[in-house]
């Protein structure tokens, strides 16, 4: 059975950066389309960023793009997340998602059937 673990959030300043990771187990890592997505309070989730099972595509949100980098590394089976340039906006729950059909819909949760639990990012002014 497929489980995530996320990790590394914690509290930084607007403009720092701050790196999440995730952790893969329970099948072949390289299989899997990756993703990353966050989740403010009272608002819905949203697509962050994702890759392919080799890491050759991948996909940004507008909000991060060249903010953020998606790396995954598939001999460690981990993902990771490096954030730069940080704002408050950013803040929220950091999910990591995994897919079995990536090229569907790289950037939709419903084409991801794997979440972890989340690891919290806030952004202080």
């Known amino acids: 059975q497929v489980q995530l673990i996320e990790s590394g959030g914690g509290l930084v300043q607007a403009g720092g950066s701050l790196t999440v990771s995730c952790s893969f187990s329970?099948?072949?890592?390289?299989?899997?389309?990756m993703g990353w997505f966050r989740q403010a309070p009272g608002q819905e989730r949203e697509f962050v960023a994702s890759?392919?099972?080799?890491?050759?595509?991948?996909q940004y949100s507008d909000s991060v793009k060249g903010r953020f980098t998606i790396a995954r590394d598939n001999a460690k089976n981990t993902i990771d997340l490096q954030m730069t340039s940080l704002k408050p906006e950013d803040t929220a729950r950091y999910y990591c998602?995994?897919?079995?059909?990536?090229?569907?819909?790289?950037?939709?949760?419903?084409?991801?059937?794997?979440w972890g639990q989340g690891t919290q990012v806030t952004v202080s002014s």
């Open positions: 329970g099948g072949p890592f390289s299989a899997y389309g």
């Open positions: 998602a995994a897919s079995l059909d990536y090229t569907f819909a790289p950037a939709m949760t419903f084409n991801f059937g794997y």
């Open positions: 890759t392919d099972g080799n890491g050759y595509d991948t």
